[in-house]
C-alpha cells in the first residue's frame, strides 16, 4: 500500500502499522462483546419475564401483595375476600348515629338508615384490577412499585342520597325562614317604609352533606359512636333592603282603577280581598312584563281561597276562588289609565254585572290560569309599585299604581257597543244551603253585546301607543238561588 511506504521510519508509520496487524484481532473481540452484551441482555428479559408470569401465575384472582386500604395488606386476598371483609366493617359502621342540632331544631338519623359504609364491591374490584392492565409494563411497574413500597388506596364509602335529603328537607321546614322585603307606602307624596326588611335564614344543604360525609368517613375505624353535627345556617338577604327604600324611582301616582262589588257573596268578598292583598305592594321593575297569573300563584282552597259561585259549563256552581277576576279587571283599568302597553287581556264571555256598577260595558279583564292571563308592560324607565285596598263600607276594590311620571297623556275613550242582543228568561237553581222559600240573586241578567273602546298614548305631543279592546260577549240570563233547606 502506498501509504505503508511513506515515510517508513516516523512515528505516524509505526502506529498505523500496529493497528493495521492487530486489527482481525479487535474484530474478533468486538464480535464476543456483541454476542455475550446480547446473551446477557435476553438472558435477563426472560429471567424477568419469567418472575413476572410466576408471580401472576401465583397471584391468580387474588390481590398483588403490598395493595393497602386503610393500613392493610391485602396482598393474596381474592375479590370476594376483599368485599366481605369491608362488609362486615359495615356492619359495625352502621350502628353510628348522627345527631343533627341547631337552636331552632334538630333530628337523629343512623348510618344504617343513611346505609353508609364502605363501597365494599368497588373497593374489592380496585384492588384486585391494579396492575392487571393491557399494559404491560405497566402492570410490572405497579407490581414491583407495590411489593416494594407499598401501594395505598384511598378508601371509597357509599351512602343513600335521597334518605339524607329527606332528613334536611325535613329540618329546613322547621329552619328555614324566607327574607322579608321592605314594602312601602305614600304619605304626603313621600315614600316610607312600613315594614322593614328582615333577612332570612336557610340550612347551608351542601356544607352540611359534607359535615355528614366527613364526621362518618373519620368513626369507621373507632366503631359505633354518637356523632353531633352543628347544622350550618347561612343568612337570606332580601331583595328589597330598607337602605334601597327610596332608590326606586317611586315618587307619585301615576294612576288608579276602581270596581264595584255590590251585592257580592262573603266568601267572594273574602277571595277578591285576599287576592287583592297579594298583589299589594308588588315591585314591577322598567321594561318588565307583569303577569298576573304568575304574581298571584295558586288560587285554590290549598293557598286560603274559599268557595264562591262561579260559571262552569254554563252553570252557577260553587268553586275555589270565585272573584278573582273582579281583582284583574280593576288592575287592568289601572294599567289603562297608566298608559302601560297591554300585553294580553281577554274579556268575559258575557256582560257581568260587578264591572258595570260603575262603568260601561267593555272595560273588564278576564283570567284563567294558566292559559288565560293579564299581562302589560312597566315601560316608564323606572320601577312601579302596586298597591291596592278593599274598602268594606262602600264596597269598592282599588288598584293604585305609584312611579315616576313622564308626561305621558292618556285618553281612554267611551266604549261603543255595536250590537245588542236580550238577555234570556231568568234562571232558578235550588241551593240547599239556604232556608225554604228564600231568593238569592247570584248573577244579573245581561244583553249580549259586540263592543269596543280605543286608548290613545301621547308624550311630549307625540302619539307613542294607540290600541283598540274588543269585546264580544254572549246574551246572560239572571240568575237566583232558591233555598230548599227545611
Known amino acids: 500500500m502506498a501509504i505503508l511506504k511513506y515515510k517508513k521510519s516516523g512515528p505516524l508509520f509505526r502506529l498505523l502499522n500496529t493497528w493495521y496487524h492487530k486489527l482481525p484481532r479487535f474484530k474478533l473481540l468486538s464480535r464476543v462483546f456483541f454476542w455475550f452484551s446480547l446473551g446477557a441482555i435476553l438472558g435477563f428479559f426472560f429471567f ?48 353510628t348515629t348522627i345527631t343533627l342540632y341547631s337552636p331552632e331544631a334538630s333530628a337523629t338519623i343512623s348510618a344504617k ?42 378508601p371509597a364509602y357509599r351512602y343513600r342520597e335521597d334518605s339524607l335529603n329527606k332528613t334536611i328537607t325535613s329540618l329546613k321546614k322547621q329552619i328555614d325562614v324566607k327574607p322579608v322585603d321592605a314594602v312601602f307606602r305614600f304619605e304626603n307624596g313621600k315614600v316610607i ?64 282603577g276602581s270596581s264595584y262589588f255590590h251585592h257580592s257573596i262573603e266568601n267572594r268578598i273574602f277571595n277578591l280581598n285576599t287576592a287583592a292583598s297579594r298583589l299589594n305592594g308588588t315591585l314591577i321593575p322598567p321594561d318588565q312584563v307583569f303577569s298576573f297569573t304568575k304574581t298571584l300563584g295558586d288560587v285554590s282552597s290549598f293557598t286560603g281561597y274559599k268557595q264562591a259561585y262561579v260559571i262552569e259549563n254554563g252553570k252557577t256552581v260553587l268553586g275555589d276562588g270565585g272573584g278573582i277576576c273582579q281583582v284583574s279587571t280593576t288592575l287592568f283599568r289601572a294599567a289603562l289609565q297608566a298608559g302601560l302597553p297591554i300585553i294580553e287581556r281577554h274579556a268575559h264571555a258575557y256582560r257581568v254585572g260587578y264591572y258595570e256598577q260603575d262603568s260601561p260595558p267593555g272595560i273588564d279583564a278576564a283570567i284563567y290560569s294558566p292559559s288565560v292571563d293579564l299581562r302589560f308592560k312597566n315601560d316608564t324607565g323606572h320601577y312601579i309599585l302596586i298597591q291596592s285596598y278593599a274598602d268594606l263600607d262602600q264596597q269598592r276594590l282599588v288598584f293604585e299604581l305609584y312611579g315616576t311620571k313622564d308626561n305621558r297623556e292618556v285618553i281612554v275613550n267611551q266604549p261603543v257597543v255595536l250590537s245588542e242582543s236580550p238577555a234570556p228568561d231568568t234562571l232558578y237553581q235550588d241551593d240547599p244551603t239556604l232556608p225554604k222559600g228564600q231568593l238569592k240573586q247570584v248573577d244579573f241578567a245581561a244583553g249580549g253585546a259586540n263592543v269596543y273602546f280605543t286608548r290613545t298614548v301621547k308624550k311630549d305631543g307625540k302619539i307613542v301607543l294607540s290600541d283598540k279592546f274588543v269585546s264580544n260577549y254572549k246574551p246572560w240570563q239572571a240568575i237566583f238561588l232558591r233555598g230548599t233547606k227545611e
Open 193 to 256: 317604609t312600613f315594614q322593614f326588611s328582615k333577612t332570612g335564614r336557610a340550612i347551608d344543604s351542601e356544607n352540611l352533606q359534607k359535615k355528614i360525609y366527613t364526621q362518618l368517613s373519620s368513626q369507621t375505624e373507632n366503631g359505633p359512636e354518637v356523632i353531633k353535627i352543628n347544622i350550618p345556617i347561612i343568612p337570606v338577604k332580601p331583595a328589597i333592603t330598607d337602605d334601597e327604600a327610596n332608590k326606586f324611582g317611586i315618587k307619585e301616582l301615576i294612576a288608579q
Open 48 to 95: 424477568i419475564s419469567f418472575l413476572y408470569i410466576s408471580y401472576r401465575k401465583s397471584h391468580e384472582n387474588r390481590v398483588y401483595s403490598g395493595i393497602i386500604i386503610n393500613g392493610v395488606d391485602f396482598g393474596g386476598k381474592t375479590e370476594n375476600e376483599v368485599r366481605e371483609y369491608f362488609a362486615d366493617k359495615n356492619k359495625n359502621i352502621q350502628k
Open 113 to 154: 338508615q343513611l346505609n353508609f359504609g364502605y363501597d365494599a364491591n368497588l373497593l374489592a374490584q380496585q384492588a384486585l384490577s391494579l396492575g392487571r392492565s393491557d399494559n404491560t409494563l405497566s402492570n410490572m411497574s405497579l407490581i414491583v412499585q407495590a411489593y416494594i413500597d407499598g401501594l395505598r388506596l384511598s
